[in-house]
């Protein structure tokens, strides 16, 4: 599987964006989606998933209620709707793939095998 991120920039605080993830080589229907970032100096860290069916979502704290994960299973996309975004949401942010990942272990990198390049997102104060 091939994951193409996309969407990043640069936008001020409030303002929002949406990343996109395409996956080639493999229907996105078989596979749990998720977004991570990665701010500078600091590990990656979970941000969003979607399983495979698209309905259950799960979010990070800081995300929830301001960031909406989605999936179009038909187009093999998940996409990441930001909203009110703060500087703290500056990271590079990566979309990543996996297929049956246990429940409890959504948030962990280790659990998902696919990877895209990674979008950079920047939210000037």
């Known amino acids: 599987v091939q994951l193409q991120a996309s969407g990043g920039g640069l936008v001020q605080t409030g303002g929002f964006l949406r990343l996109s993830c395409v996956a080639s080589?493999?229907?996105?229907?078989?596979?749990?989606m998720a977004w991570f970032r990665q701010a500078p100096g600091k590990e990656r860290e979970f941000v969003a998933v979607t399983r495979k069916s698209g309905g259950y979502t799960y979010y990070a704290d800081p995300v929830k209620g301001r960031f909406i994960i989605s999936r179009d299973n038909a187009k093999n996309t998940a996409d990441l709707q930001m909203n009110s975004l703060k500087p703290e949401d500056t990271a590079v942010y990566y979309c990543a793939a996996g297929s049956s990942i246990i429940l409890s272990n959504v948030r962990s990198m280790n659990a998902y095998h696919y990877w895209g390049q990674g979008t950079q997102v920047t939210v000037s104060s």
């Open positions: 080589g493999r229907t996105l229907s078989r596979l749990d």
